[in-house]
């Protein structure tokens, strides 16, 4: 069975950004923050479609930013804050010259040290984008700066590192108007629903198993997610497992047939219509757009 690929902090420094100055240090640690108007000049965008092995926040102060998160093209202004879950399938579509910001990854043991469930489900069940006043904007890039000037001490302190991120989320999640709601019992199921679908979405097709695993019926789960992201959770698992094809399908050693057999449909044209419905080309017509964007 084919692993889908997954990019750790030290593998998206190193595919993405291998122009980067050496002045630049390496980092190493489980929280990791980088300076949008430093480095995005050295980052080749679009990056290739890829699954991180972390969660990152993109928090653009001036200027703007495009980034693919799963089927959706997602735009990053100003005063904005963009999360990506660990899971996703995402690309950086485009940065504007001008842009500046911070880009904070973080390992998913680290995010459940700082914030309670409640408050996970709060920040990935909302909207990816989240926007922010300016004078919150102003109070998160001065806690960013101090971030960024400890980890890159050569022995930086963790518990201060983790103490900064913290407060930082805490203040995202207080400045926010969405974030402010309270969680219903719907929408924790979702967020729990859709983590486990990133975990098992290769062997498990079935709502039946995800209900199994959430000890609710098939009919209360699908109430559940149809009524907090307008899918069902048959349509969401497909959508998972479509999109996670599109990295398999970036190995050109395996055919078509062989991709969909791995990702458990046993029939190659049913997976060639539902990759069609969700991502708008077949997967020939993608293997060939991403080949001719190799030989750019």
Known sequence: MTKIKRITPTDFRGQFMSEMSTDFAILRTPVQIHDIGKTSGFIKVPTPLHRPEFNFIV????????????????????????????????SLKEVSPDAAGYMILFEDQTLSQLLSKQELIKLFSANTIIHLSEESSVWLTSLFELLSIEIYYPNPNLGVCYSLLQAGLQKILT????????????AEITFNFKELVYRYYLKHKSV???????SVSENYLHRCVKETIGESPKEWINKVSVLQSQLLLQDLTKSISEIAFELNYGDPSYFGRLFKKITGVTPSEYRIAFMQDLSE
């Not at 928090?59 to 089927?71: C, E, F, L, M, N």
């Not at 039946?208 to 959430?214: K, R, V």
């Open 208 to 214: 039946l198993f995800y209900a199994g695993e959430l």
């Open 175 to 186: 400045s926010s108007k969405e974030l402010n709601k309270s969680i219903n019992r719907g």
């Open 59 to 90: 928090h653009i102060t001036r200027g703007s930013a495009k980034q693919q998160v799963d089927a959706n093209l997602v735009s990053i202004k100003e005063n904005e804050i963009l999360f990506v879950r660990q899971g996703n399938v995402t």
